[in-house]
């Protein structure tokens, strides 16, 4: 499976079935957060086998069943992109090894939930982890022309393509509080107003990468 298939596959799963994450699988999951920890500078953790931090009624009303597995990403203030980005890059390879996910802001025990912080950090958001009772489904999305815009001619294929993937990319809520505008070969990504809008434009961002491909591009600096 191609990462940009990957999007298309990849829906959010809450309700996960008794089979075990088998070590070959997790050795290569914790690969990929090891890299994304060095690039980001980030503390992601895997955590297996683990029911409390969804085993609380908090989970229930989140519609949790059975999860076990989950990772942490822990970063410190300001971080809120790269967890993100970094986070949906595990994500993606997740899909790619079987395994469905869930982005979980709220609706765990935070109070019980494993990991370490040092420092200076804290728990960010979770991901839910493990083989779901069904693929989920695919939600709708804002149409593309309120999600970017292009200052000068027309869209080119690239960036319709970028946004296609921008388009799957999961948000709180599936508030889709972002903007993406082309100018040039510059391309700016804002946050609108929302809550973890920061942490949601991180996601979109990775997705537009993957789905601009090899097309030459810049992100436009803060």
């Given at each position: 499976m191609t990462l940009r298939e990957a999007i298309v596959e990849r829906h959010s799963v809450r309700k996960f079935t008794d089979k075990v994450i088998d070590e070959a699988t997790a050795a290569e999951l914790q690969n990929t957060i090891d890299e994304c920890n060095r690039k980001s500078g980030l503390n992601i953790q895997l955590v297996l086998n683990e029911p409390e931090a969804f085993g609380s009624g908090m989970?229930?009303?989140?519609?949790?069943?059975?999860?076990?597995?989950?990772?942490?990403?822990?970063?410190?203030?300001?971080?809120?992109?790269?967890?993100?980005?970094?986070?949906?890059?595990?994500?993606?390879?997740?899909?790619?090894?079987?395994?469905?996910?869930?982005?979980?802001?709220?609706?765990?025990?935070?109070?019980?939930?494993?990991?370490?912080?040092?420092?200076?950090?804290?728990l960010m958001i979770v991901i839910a982890l493990g083989y779901g009772q069904t693929q989920g489904k695919t939600r709708p999305s804002k149409p593309m022309d309120e999600l970017c815009k292009v200052t000068n001619g027309e869209m080119p294929d690239w960036f319709k393509?970028?946004?296609?993937?921008?388009?799957?990319?999961?948000?709180?809520?599936?508030?889709?509080?972002?903007?993406?505008?082309?100018?040039?070969?510059?391309?700016?990504?804002?946050?609108?107003f929302g809550f973890y809008s920061k942490i949601d434009l991180g996601i979109a961002k990775y997705h537009f990468e993957v789905g601009a491909g090899d097309a030459y591009f810049k992100w436009k600096e803060d």
């Open positions: 989970a229930k009303y989140g519609n949790f069943e059975n999860c076990k597995n989950y990772i942490a990403i822990v970063g410190k203030k300001g971080d809120d992109e790269k967890c993100g980005y970094y986070g949906e890059k595990i994500v993606l390879h997740a899909q790619q090894l079987g395994l469905n996910t869930c982005w979980v802001a709220l609706t765990f025990n935070k109070a019980k939930a494993t990991y370490v912080a040092n420092d200076g950090e804290k393509s970028a946004m296609v993937a921008v388009m799957l990319a999961p948000t709180a809520v599936n508030q889709q509080k972002f903007l993406f505008t082309l100018n040039g070969n510059e391309v700016e990504a804002k946050t609108l």
